[in-house]
């Protein structure tokens, strides 16, 4: 009969179920002493960047909620970066140009087409650093935001105050879905950003400040991005084939050992994706792209051999890139513990298989955590939601295996769109 000795794969799962817990207590019992303010400035100035390819079922609402910041308008300008799109995006944004000085529009074609989110970025970037009337400040933000974004009226305020401190280089808003009634799926997505992605983000800024960037909501400083680009020269500030851009930037600021922040009281609002299988087609992206990540900066020892980092965020990025590795591995453990049920094989380990199990949902105290704390959030249904997402939590299981399967064998997509719904422009 075959052996299998899991004792290693059970000690990492310790760890990471330990952490969790841990954390927690960190953040309810310390998170008053260490807690920085969440305060508004507008010492800044702002390009806000909207990469778009055929998003006409949702860029009037962005560009509409965009120009709604509470922000001097003088002190912000919106780019809308079409991306070869065949449907009335362009048409559609050109109406907002006519009506407003705050808004601009440009087209990609050739070669730059549909190359994905970090190409866009790119050449948004390159054309802002000749052209933008901020390009001589310097203290010049740019702003990142899904075609279906919608920011809370004050948060470039909220983002501001954050780059008041000079070794922050990012901020990242809170992000909430608002279709999130529709359904059981895009319920569970909001309990996943607002509950488990909102509270390891205020855990992460607290123990190491390294807040992690998302590609909606997001912040950086010029000046930072530039110091950190990957070719100045060339025009290289997101890295090109990067399926998830905004963690590998992540990455690279932090291993330049700049602060990155969590906006957790001002948010942008998203779609969720109400089906099964477009909801895994966008997560087995997003699970390759953490993967590329992964690959990039722990098996190529990038986290240790980087110079000049704190040890803590060293530690932090570590974790957090390894965490991907966690329900692939959980899925692996419990496979083997059917097999050795059937008599088919001998699997050995210090710790025994129901503490395992247990420590496989870890997780869930974070999540219930994160919501309890949420103002909006009903907690008479927090049993319910919480046992709703750890069955829902593990569609990552195959997404991660695919995502894993396709690094191995193929490049990636140039550009993996997620779906859109119809909805009205707020207002």
Excluded at 104 to 123: D, F, H, Q
Excluded at 349 to 369: A, D, E, H, N, R
Aim: aromatic residues 12%; proline residues 5%.
């Amino acid at each position: 009969m075959p052996f299998v000795d899991m004792t290693a794969v059970s000690a990492f799962f310790l760890v990471f179920a330990l952490a969790y817990p841990l954390a927690l207590v960190y953040l309810s019992v310390l998170r008053r002493r260490h807690g920085r303010e969440e305060g508004t400035a507008s010492a800044h100035v702002f390009t806000l960047i909207v990469p778009a390819r055929n998003e006409e079922a949702v860029i009037e609402g962005c560009v509409k909620s965009l120009l709604a910041l509470d922000y001097p308008r003088d002190r912000f300008e919106i780019l809308v970066v079409d991306d070869s799109s065949v449907d009335k995006t362009p048409s559609i944004v050109e109406g907002y140009v006519t009506e407003s000085s705050n808004v601009s529009i440009m087209r990609l074609s050739g070669a730059e087409c549909g190359r994905g989110k970090a190409t866009v970025l790119n050449r948004a970037f390159r054309h802002l650093r000749e052209h933008s009337r901020f390009r001589h400040s310097p203290n010049w933000i740019l702003g990142i935001f899904d075609a279906d974004g919608w920011p809370d009226t004050d948060m470039l305020r909220k983002a501001s105050f954050q780059f008041l401190t000079p070794t922050v280089a990012g901020a990242q808003a809170s992000v909430r879905i608002r279709n999130r009634d529709t359904g059981w799926l895009t319920r569970m997505q909001d309990i996943e950003f607002a509950g488990f992605s909102r509270t390891t983000q205020l855990i992460r800024m607290g123990i190491s400040g390294s807040a992690a960037l998302g590609g909606n909501g997001q912040f950086v400083r010029v000046s930072s991005l530039v110091e950190a680009a990957i070719d100045a020269d060339g025009g290289l500030y997101w890295k090109p084939d990067a399926l998830t851009e905004d963690l590998e930037l992540s990455s690279r600021l932090v291993l330049r050992d700049w602060d990155l922040r969590h906006l957790d009281t001002t948010r942008v609002w998203q779609q969720g994706v109400e089906a099964t299988r477009p909801l895994l087609k966008q997560r087995t992206r997003w699970a390759w792209g953490s993967l590329q990540v992964f690959v990039e900066y722990v098996v190529r020892l990038r986290i240790f051999t980087a110079p000049n980092v704190r040890l803590r965020k060293r530690l932090d990025l570590l974790f957090n890139l390894s965490m991907f590795l966690v329900s692939p591995l959980v899925l692996l453990s419990w496979l083997l513990s059917a097999l050795m049920f059937l008599g088919l094989v001998n699997v050995r380990s210090s710790f025994p298989p129901s503490i395992m199990f247990v420590l496989s949902f870890g997780y869930l105290p974070i999540v219930g955590y994160g919501l309890f704390t949420l103002a909006d959030y009903p907690r008479r249904r927090l049993p319910l939601d919480l046992l709703g997402f750890a069955i829902y939590t593990y569609h990552w299981v195959p997404c991660l295996y695919l995502g894993l399967w396709r690094l191995l064998v193929r490049r990636g997509p140039t550009w993996w769109k997620t779906v859109r719904y119809r909805e009205l422009a707020p207002g």
